[in-house]
């Protein structure tokens, strides 16, 4: 009888254990998307800032990165000219502050899609403290039982 129920504890260990590591996956992919929604809003705030100064410039010239690290000066010859992406591959040309306020828009979207995935972050990491506490008690209990039984 005690070895049924030792196999039992056992296997809901092992359950306990694969739960905790298929939620650390799941974890580890938010705070990836986390990290992405946080370069985009960072990428946003970027181009906001470069697209008002590109109008205070008396020459608009600006700093255009070619990659590598390299940049070039590049005089801006339409500043009010803005080409923007708006999803699916699509590219719009928008006057400077109509591109302005859809950055701000696209930034306002991305901070409350930070705000869903870290709720649903916490409550995943509240769901693995728990499983946590099932295994440390479980271990116990079964490090318990054979001391007993000697």
């Known amino acids: 009888m005690a070895t049924n129920t030792q196999q039992a504890e056992q296997r809901e260990l092992m359950m306990l254990q694969q739960y905790l590591k298929d939620y650390g996956q799941q974890a580890g992919i938010f705070v990836e998307q986390l990290n992405l929604l946080e370069n985009g809003r960072m990428e946003a705030f970027a ?8 109008l205070a410039a008396e020459e608009n010239t600006v700093l ?12 801006v ?20 502050k109509d591109a302005v306020e859809f950055l701000k828009e696209r930034i306002m979207e991305m901070e409350a899609s930070q705000k869903r995935v ?17 295994l440390e008690s479980g271990y116990q209990q079964s490090m318990a039982g054979p001391q007993v039984e000697e």
């Open 47 to 54: 181009a906001i800032e470069a697209l008002e100064a590109m």
């Open 64 to 75: 255009l990165q070619i990659g590598g690290g390299a940049s070039v000066r590049a005089k």
């Open 77 to 96: 010859l339409e500043p009010d000219k803005i080409l923007i992406a708006i999803g699916a591959e699509v590219i719009v040309e928008r006057t400077n």
């Open 118 to 134: 870290s709720e649903t972050l916490d409550k995943l990491r509240g769901q693995m403290n728990e499983i946590n506490k099932r």
